[in-house]
């Protein structure tokens, strides 16, 4: 018997499992908002050196503010102060000829800087000052935030695995909003830098555990809803987050803003049940049969209740030994795994790079930082509409395959299409976009349901992993225009082509009930 069977006799997309999608989708909620928040909290305000040290008490002092400014800080060839440098002394020549300015003497700003409170009223730049020779630090956060997110994927996933998704769903609730709060009340870069981490390292067991137990509790028939319901829950979070942005500018109370739904997400635990399929798994039939009980009950097919003993979950076909724990290192143990865990690595770092290569690349649109942020979630959302009817029109591979290669398509366009053509090429970018986003959404659904049921949290936080590993590789790529203005756009391009080439190699899953067993996936031809 299969776990399907079971699922169809209690029915799989009841009140039960929508139940259990509303409560993940107010946990996930929160992790878009964090995942883009360095746009906003490490956001660089316009700013000048500190003048104050140029104050004599005497003619200066009499000076108009942009008089001020003109004797002390030097301008650069587009009209604009220099934001690094200033001048040793007052230049009061300048007020009578100001464009005499060369072989004037200047140093680094003395006093610190002032910043334009007009967009941001507090942001990590104005924080600490992280400008001129320590902008690197700025740009430092959010890699530091993703690594986190990285080890955090490898953790949640193999712990979950280990111990039940339902009581790391928790730990990963409860850790990341104490780490997020506490990153909101720092006192010094170094703290903020660490507490960062550790909040990507918490909070992606949300994502990670939610995922596994939506899928594990719905029928085939409503994979494919779940999982582009669970795609969108990003892009409404990204929606809402511009919003949250506007209103909320100081960076501090922008971090707990964002992470304040996780107190819902807490509250509401108490209703989100245990994988039933983790528990048979793992010999725990009384408890797996108490949850089925509870479906049955609240889906409307109280009838079938007396069905679910303990003697028939047991015939579910799960010959793997129960009391072995299971690890990373069964992703490799045997051929099948070991091809289909390199397999949705590569193809998890090649959907990832592509993403997030394109909306770090994305301009042209003159908008301001706010409408930029909901503009760039608006273009998902007809991409993962479409998805959902793709996903059973034509399958999940070819779905990936084909978004993945028009991805490529469109970066390859951006290639030939000349730099003057600003409009045109922003257009293509959007659209090479809008299909990373579907390639993205896609494969989150697509691995879940390759992996067998002992090992799938660790295969998803391996993936993850490795997505991770693209993200922080997408902005080194950028890099690359120094060498050739278009080398980012070919390795972008060839990412998405060859994670398209691999994905081809995947079984379909459409249709298909889950995996259980290692051996379920050593079977396959």
Known sequence: MKFENILANINGFGRFQKMIIVISFIGRFTMPCHFMLNNFIGAVPSHHCDITSLDDGGFFRNLSRAERLAVSIPVKEDGSLNSCQMFAEPQYHLLLNSSNMTDLPTVPCQNGWV?????????????????????????????????GVMFGAITFGSLSDRFGRRIMLLVSYVSGMLMAVASAFSTSYVMFAVLRFFTGFCITGIVIVSTILSVEWVDIEHRKLVGVIDSLSWTFGNTIFAAIGYFVTDWRWLIVAVTSPLTLAIITWRWMPESARWLIANGKLEQ???????????????????????????????TEKRDRPYSYFDLIRTPNMRKLALSTGTVWFCVATAFYGISFNITGFGLNIYLTQFTYALIELPAKVSVYYLLDKIGRRRTEVGTLLMAGICLGINIVIPRDMSTVRTVVAVIGKGFSSASFATIVLYSSELYPTVIRQNGMGYNSFMARLGVAVAPLILLLDEVWKELPQVVLCSAAVLGGIVARTLPETRNRCLPETIEDIEDQS
């Not at 007009?118 to 935030?145: M, P």
């Open 288 to 318: 797996a049969q108490m949850y089925l009980k509870k479906c049955a009950k609240m889906n409307g097919t109280e009838a079938l209740i007396d069905t679910l003993k303990t003697e028939t979950l047991s015939t579910i076909a799960v």
């Open 115 to 147: 910043y334009d409170n007009t967009t941001f009223k507090s942001t990590l730049t104005s924080q600490w000052d992280l400008v001129c020779d320590r902008k690197e630090k700025n740009k430092a956060t959010a890699t530091i935030f993703f690594v």
